[in-house]
């Protein structure tokens, strides 16, 4: 439905990886060839691929108090922008909207790496046996009713439904995270996690994947106040790519080239009105 969304709740999720598996066992995507300890503490495989959709990042842990420490583990994939810079700058427009979720349409895709340069959370890859880019569909394609990383969660980190009621909920627990409390006998408890925070409400217009965050987004890779990409940037791109794509004869790899050269001189023509 085009109203829903997902909500991740940092705070629960004990990375136990149930969604990077859904959703490989969903899609039939096929297993990574990597190590144990591909990435930061257990982070594995190290990040998102054209076969990994899903993917439960470990972040460096925090001992600033040695009785407490606090893992940082935050689930990610596509987080499906209400202002996609993706959709934005694809040649082809192979990238549209389905039901509210940014969707890649392989079938018009030609594998230029547009939308891979231009998303800033890493999410598209291309994948090199078909040269076409790959991503999260939020199960719009093989269609079920819950997406299977939602389903599959153990512990209600990662929750689906309407968005304005995840927006609610999230400011509801942020209360509890951030603010101190009292026991029966009057004695303050301090709060959980002070530097709570919640992320995706407004960026790039808003996200489907609203995120409740331990700490600053910094400290997860994440860009607090990102930028969407000026529309007569790509506009340009467009048109440069429209006129050299007639002699491209349909065959992707020429299509790919005409959309090099389309950004090359997008790119060169900025830098000759700023100088």
Not at 151 to 166: I, K, M, Q, S, V
Request: proline letters at 5%; one cysteine or more.
């Amino acid at each position: 439905m085009a109203d829903n969304a997902f909500l991740l709740d940092t705070t629960k999720c004990t990375g136990c990886r149930g969604c990077q598996v859904a959703c490989k066992q969903w899609n039939g995507l096929p297993g990574e060839q990597t190590e144990f300890f591909a990435g930061p503490e257990y982070t594995n495989p190290r990040e998102l691929s054209s076969i990994t959709w899903n993917h439960v990042k470990f972040f460096d842990v925090d001992r600033s108090n040695p009785e407490h420490p606090v893992w940082q583990i935050m689930h990610k994939k596509c987080f499906h922008c209400e202002d996609a810079n993706c959709m934005k700058v694809c040649p082809e427009r192979a990238i549209s909207k389905v039901d509210g979720w940014v969707v890649i349409d392989q079938s018009k895709c030609i594998g230029c790496g547009a939308c891979v340069n231009e998303c800033i959370y890493h999410v598209p890859h291309i994948r090199q046996s078909d040269s076409k880019t790959y991503k999260c569909n939020a199960c719009t394609v093989n269609e079920r009713e819950i997406p299977a990383c939602a389903f599959a969660c153990p512990t209600g980190a990662l929750t689906y439904g309407n968005r304005t009621a995840l927006l609610q909920d999230a400011q509801s627990r942020l209360k509890k995270y951030t603010h101190a409390s009292r026991d029966a006998e009057g004695n303050e408890i301090p709060a959980v996690f002070p530097k709570a925070q919640l992320y995706g409400k407004d960026q790039f217009g808003g996200l489907k994947m609203l995120v409740i965050l331990k700490d600053r987004p910094s400290k997860y890779g994440l860009e607090e106040n990102p930028r969407p990409l000026e529309i007569t940037k790509v506009e340009h791109m467009h048109d440069t790519y429209a006129l050299l794509s007639m002699f491209t004869l349909g065959i992707p790899s020429l299509k790919r080239m005409a959309y090099r050269l389309s950004k090359s001189s997008t790119a060169s023509s900025s830098d000759s009105k700023i100088s």
